[in-house]
């Protein structure tokens, strides 16, 4: 009997777990970090302590249905000794890495894929014995295996000093402000300014401030991968913004919690944004919603966050909104509303401090997207470096790349950020106009902080091939630089370009430079309308 093979991608789906218990089950697989809690079932075989979700294989014209370990599908190699699906009943099945039987992964692992560490599959430790027994390995790759990780443990000289000694208790100390004030400096560079409306930020010191939302503090602020983070005192954003603003100034309510349906403390949230002057609403994801194993098919306001953001607004207080998330959430009703929007991703252990500083102007936002920022999920994927199309967008013609009910931009584009001071580019200038390919082109810029605080700039250096084959895409990003200036200064940022980075797969595949015009641009972000543009030519 053939067998098809059921790949990892397209496991058999278990039945949803409410929000509540998918928190609770993250939150205890965390602590418990793969405990090696194992059974010893009737057979002699080594068991995680896992639930018992339904794994399928898929016969001719039969389903038989196994229970197994971990969740995933088994994949039944072409050489596997199992003929039937009967023979898979009470086998351990491997969802980490290689799937499948633990004997048949320990096999494969060792002599076709040459991995000579296991870390979490147990393939070697399940199944090795067995596979040394049946003849599937021999001691001789053991060996070899063994040696290539003892050659590189002592090339690391972990054999002459295995555990570092721990620091003394004053020098921990020392450490540990320095490195709380490395992390502040890190959060507070990493916040996204993305809106700004009527100069609502900085706040004002004199301004009644009302804390509204379930994203304030605690290890919620460390994200998903935050290992064993939660042992460390975690600044919340409720504390630092109490002792940044004067005695009772602050208000704060929760309004709703995080996998929540209860919407009873939506009334203490509009009450207190009533009697304030400017309402800072903290919402986004739950560090459980992003990570491994953390897909959302809809990545906008988990659970009941937009009914209460709605509520709030609705009061008409100018609101400051915090956007925790671990990816760039599509909601662009709220970016419309708010007054101002922060990108606060999960910002560790200085969260609370790196926002105060922030929102009170002890700081200056600085830093930019990544990404470019989709308004809904049906833009994905949406990025500065597309390819041109034959029918680019057009208003005015509607055969053209576009959508019926968005537009066809990004929310925000790639490099977005503002601040609290306002420059200006200018002086775009190249050392010539037209280079042999063993040049190097030198870009530069002039920069002026136009506005009354100190910043900091990043000009962005991109690229475009303007006739190439195959088509290279519309921008390539070639150059990063920054420069801090006073208000009023102003100051050069210089690229240096080699002619052979603007190589571009050709139609062999091989990167090469294709004689012709290129177009450079640079700005502060891949908005083409402000971006500033020059062309060369390669001979």
Do not use: C
């Amino acid at each position: 009997m053939t067998l098809d093979v059921q790949v990892g991608e397209h496991p058999v789906e278990p039945a949803r777990d409410p929000p509540v218990a998918r928190a609770e089950q993250f939150h205890r697989r965390r602590n418990e970090h793969h405990a090696d809690d194992r059974r010893i079932d009737q057979n002699g075989e080594s068991h995680a302590q896992t639930e018992q979700l339904q794994l399928t294989v898929v016969a001719q014209n039969e389903t038989a249905k196994t229970k197994g370990p971990d969740s995933g599908s088994i994949v039944v190699l072409k050489d596997s000794p199992f003929q039937k699906p009967a023979d898979l009943a009470g086998k351990r099945i491997s969802t980490s890495g290689l799937h499948g039987q633990q004997t048949i992964a320990a096999q494969y692992v060792l002599k076709r894929a040459g991995v000579d560490i296991d870390m979490l599959g147990t393939a070697y430790m399940l199944g090795l014995p067995t596979a040394l027994k049946r003849g599937d390995v021999t001691i001789g790759m053991v060996d070899e295996a063994v040696r290539r990780v003892l050659v590189l443990k002592e090339k690391l000289g972990l054999f002459e000093r295995p555990y570092p000694p721990a620091p003394d208790v004053r020098r921990r100390e020392v450490q540990s402000a320095q490195a709380r004030a490395l992390a502040r400096e890190a959060a507070t560079k990493s916040v996204v300014l993305l809106k700004n409306e009527q100069g609502l930020l900085p706040l004002k010191p004199q301004q009644r401030i009302a804390l509204i939302g379930p994203v304030l503090g605690g290890d919620l602020l460390l994200g998903g991968w935050q290992a064993a983070g939660k042992d460390v005192p975690v600044a919340t954003i409720r504390d630092a913004l109490d002792a940044a603003l004067p005695s009772g100034a602050l208000s704060f309510a929760k309004g709703v919690e995080h996998f929540s349906n209860d919407a009873s403390g939506f009334a203490e949230a509009v009450r207190i944004a009533q009697d304030a002057d400017v309402v800072v609403l903290s919402v986004g994801e739950h560090e459980g919603h992003s990570g491994e194993a953390a897909s959302r098919a809809g990545i906008g306001l988990p659970d009941r966050q937009r009914e209460l953001a709605e509520a709030v607004l609705d009061v008409g207080k100018p609101t400051v909104v915090l956007l925790s998330s671990g990816r760039p959430l599509t909601v662009p009703w709220l970016f419309e509303r708010a007054h101002a929007v922060m990108a606060t991703w999960f910002l560790g252990i200085e969260t609370g401090n790196a926002i105060a500083d922030l929102l009170m102007g002890r700081a200056n936002p600085s830093g930019k997207l990544a990404i470019s920022w989709p308004r809904s999920e049906g833009q994905i994927p949406i990025f500065h470096a597309e390819r041109p199309t034959g029918r680019p967008f057009s208003s005015e013609d509607m055969y053209t790349s576009g959508y019926l009910d968005t537009p066809v931009t990004p929310q925000f584009p790639f490099g977005h950020g503002l601040s609290y001071t306002r420059f200006e580019i200018g002086r775009f200038r190249t050392n010539a106009s037209v280079f042999a390919t063993a040049d190097s082109i030198v870009v530069e810029a002039d920069v002026t902080n136009a506005g009354a605080m100190d910043g900091e700039e990043t000009v962005l250096l991109f690229s475009r091939d303007v006739v190439a084959w195959p088509a290279a895409p519309i921008m390539e990003l070639r150059g990063v630089s920054k420069i801090r200036l006073a208000p009023g200064g102003s100051g050069t940022v210089r690229f240096d370009l080699p002619v052979q980075s603007l190589a571009f797969p050709a139609s062999d595949l091989g990167p090469g430079v294709q004689p012709g015009e290129f177009e450079l641009m640079v700005g502060s972000s891949a908005a083409p309308a402000a971006l500033l543009r020059t062309r060369i030519r390669v001979n």
